[in-house]
């Protein structure tokens, strides 16, 4: 069965670095998300992609946020500056075209900022 | 403002005790809600899509309901291996956006 898959499963990192989630969404799927969970809170949206370019952002998703999906397969969201803050599990998830919306998310990358 | 809001936070229940949990929205133009489940330490797991009120869908021990304030996921006899934390989400309009609720964590007893 097709699955979305992420990449690393916990990336540890120092405030002010920069950092790139990488996801492998289903290949037929056309419509692609990232969202965080900050431990024990409620899952956030944070941006939509399709088409390659971003179809809806969350006022989360400010000018340190930046997603691209550079080459057929993967999908990527790039931290610049990482603050304490960020540290949270980050989500990819995909869809097809078809009108069920039902999104597949990938098993999540454990971002942790000292 | 919360847009979707979820209850109980937890429930705790035996072995073949049924239940619901319920998720109330306040959203206007509902496009779809979801039911997700998420283990520990993992990604949600897609259950259910609802797009009008009156709908229903079931899998196995589970059925969701949808009217136009709020969604119940029903859960008849449960078994141990139904714990996990179960999240609803609503998509608004034409926005390709979603908004998750709180979750209600069910833990199931044998």
């Known amino acids: 069965e097709p699955e979305v898959t992420q990449t690393p499963s916990h990336q540890v990192t120092q405030m002010g670095q920069e950092v790139i989630l990488r996801c492998v969404p289903i290949?037929?799927?056309?419509?692609f998300y990232w969202y965080r969970q900050i431990l024990g809170q409620k899952v956030e949206f944070l941006v939509s992609?399709?088409?390659?370019?971003?179809?809806?952002k969350s006022e989360i998703f400010d000018d340190q946020f930046s997603v691209e999906r550079p080459d057929g397969s993967n999908f990527t969201l790039k931290i610049r500056s990482t603050k304490l803050e960020d540290s949270a599990m980050y989500f990819c998830?995909?869809?097809?075209?078809?009108?069920?919306?039902?999104?597949?998310f990938g098993p999540g990358t454990r971002l942790t900022v000292t | 403002e919360d847009q979707v809001t979820q209850s109980p936070e937890a429930l705790r229940l035996q072995e073949g005790e049924s239940s619901s949990l319920n998720c109330s929205y306040t959203?206007?133009?509902?496009?779809?809600l979801f039911w997700y489940r998420q283990d520990p330490g993992k990604g949600p797991e897609f259950l259910f899509t609802?797009?009008?009120a009156g709908e229903e869908k079931e899998k196995e021990r589970l059925k969701a309901t949808l009217t136009k304030k709020e969604s119940f996921l029903h859960i008849t006899a449960p078994k141990p291996e139904d714990s996990a934390t179960y999240l609803c989400?609503?998509?608004?309009?034409?926005?390709?956006?979603?908004?998750f609720g709180s979750g209600t964590k069910l833990n199931v007893k044998p």
């Open positions: 998830a995909s869809r097809d075209r078809g009108g069920s919306y039902e999104q597949y």
């Open positions: 290949s037929n799927h056309l419509y």
């Open positions: 992609f399709y088409n390659n370019e971003i179809s809806e």
């Open positions: 959203v206007s133009g509902l496009r779809g």
């Open positions: 609802l797009y009008s």
């Open positions: 989400a609503v998509q608004v309009g034409n926005f390709n956006k979603f908004y």
